[in-house]
């Protein structure tokens, strides 16, 4: 059961660290071309992108970004950061985005798997994160509730996001992809399962989907390490998003799924280059999660933008004196909410697309 979606509800957003992308594009042509792309240049990237013909896009670098947001508050959008550009001016109810280096992935049959599809049909079945489903997805074609599943709860809460997996190279972490360098994940789980309230889990900006005016907001690009450079493994950016986004989820009674949809992900990182640096992200990884475990949103905070500057405030107040890391976090994270009024909701400047 999915709605169908028309075409101007979508945009694709893609962060652009390479000037040539024709492989890519010609490769997700079959599932990107009836949608509008909006391709993000990495700010340091100054030569024109190489992108073939037949696609409706909007191509941003570093001027329009200054232009939009100025240039003191342009960092939120650098390296890694650049693709959250797209998902402030976009203007679309739903936003996919994968990484440059990933290709659409084939299923264990041979077929060649539809990513946007499923994550749109993940987003517009509803969740159940109140009452875990033992036959995970209810809506999936041929499954439905258990017995013993209440009555009361199947009609689920709105998907806000949806967080699809990786075949060939799983997002794994430095210390375990240079442990296991010829690990490849060839295990395709035919299964998309809605994260329990009040779990957290590791959200990669990999193959990702949401529904903009529900979280975008909450997709805070704020945790920068230092010297994050132009290499995997130095940026733990979208942890910390997916962190945020989970808690102001489950505060505001709204789902996140897991799963499907599998993308085919190669990498260009060397994990024992960044060790050291990505160590140090890790590491602060084990002081944030009891923070967030232990995050409380107050009744009042009713809309995202509301949740996240009380998540900012707590930030700031509980692990700033921990690390500068986390005041400038904190910071960042004010910045965008205030960004998303003035430029990012609907009824801001149109400076969309
Ligand atoms: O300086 C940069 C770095 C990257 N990009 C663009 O961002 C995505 C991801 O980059 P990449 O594939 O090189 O790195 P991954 O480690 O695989 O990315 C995943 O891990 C997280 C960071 O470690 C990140 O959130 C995930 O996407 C690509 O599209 C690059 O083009 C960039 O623009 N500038
Ligand atoms: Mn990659």
Same mark, same amino acid.
């Given at each position: ?37 909006? &391709?993000?240049?990495?700010? @340091? ?6 992108? $073939?013909? *037949? #696609?409706?896009? +909007? ?35 739903? &936003?996919?985005?994968?990484? @440059? ?6 299923? $264990?049959? *041979? #077929?060649?798997? +539809? ?165 140090e992200g890790?590491k602060l990884m084990e002081e944030v ?34 690390d500068?890391v ?28």
């Amino acid at each position: 059961m999915s709605l169908a979606i028309k075409d101007d509800e979508v945009d694709i957003v893609i962060g652009a660290l390479r000037s040539d992308l024709t492989i890519f594009m010609n490769e997700w042509r079959p599932m990107f071309s009836r949608f509008h792309v909006i &391709i993000v240049k990495d700010p @340091d990237l100054k030569e024109e992108l190489k992108i $073939p013909e *037949g #696609f409706n896009l +909007d191509v941003y670098g570093k001027p329009d970004i200054d232009q939009v947001v100025g240039s003191s508050i342009s960092i939120l959008f650098s390296g890694y950061s650049c693709r959250y550009f797209g998902y402030l001016v976009s203007r679309k109810k739903y &936003i996919i985005s994968v990484d @440059d280096d990933c290709l659409p992935a084939r299923d $264990p049959k *041979g #077929f060649l798997v +539809d990513a946007v599809a499923q994550h749109i049909s993940n987003l517009t079945n509803p969740a159940t994160p109140f009452f875990f489903n033992t036959l995970y997805d209810p809506y999936a074609e041929g499954a439905d509730f258990v017995r013993g599943y209440p009555f009361s709860l199947r009609g689920g809460v709105k998907c806000a996001l949806s967080c699809g997996l990786w075949l060939n190279l799983a997002d794994h972490d430095a210390p375990t992809q240079a442990l296991k360098a010829r690990q490849r994940n060839s295990r395709y789980v035919d299964a998309v399962m809605t994260v329990p309230a009040r779990s957290l889990i590791p959200i990669s900006g990999i193959n990702i989907a949401f529904e903009r005016e529900a979280v975008g907001p909450a997709l805070v690009p704020a945790l920068k390490l230092a010297g994050e450079g132009k290499c995997r493994w130095e940026t733990m950016e979208d942890i910390w998003s997916g962190l945020c986004v989970k808690i102001v989820c489950d505060h505001l009674g709204l789902g996140v799924k897991t799963g499907l949809p599998y993308i085919w992900r190669t990498d260009r990182g060397d994990p024992i280059a960044s060790l050291k640096k990505e160590w140090e992200g890790v590491k602060l990884m084990e002081e944030v999660i009891p923070f967030f475990q232990s995050v409380r949103l107050p009744r009042e905070a009713t809309t995202v933008e509301e949740c996240i500057i009380e998540v900012a405030n707590a930030v700031k107040e509980r692990l700033g004196p921990m690390d500068p890391v986390f005041a400038r976090a904190a910071k960042a994270m004010l910045d965008w909410v205030k960004l998303w009024q003035s430029v990012g909701s609907s009824s801001s400047r149109s400076s969309a697309v």
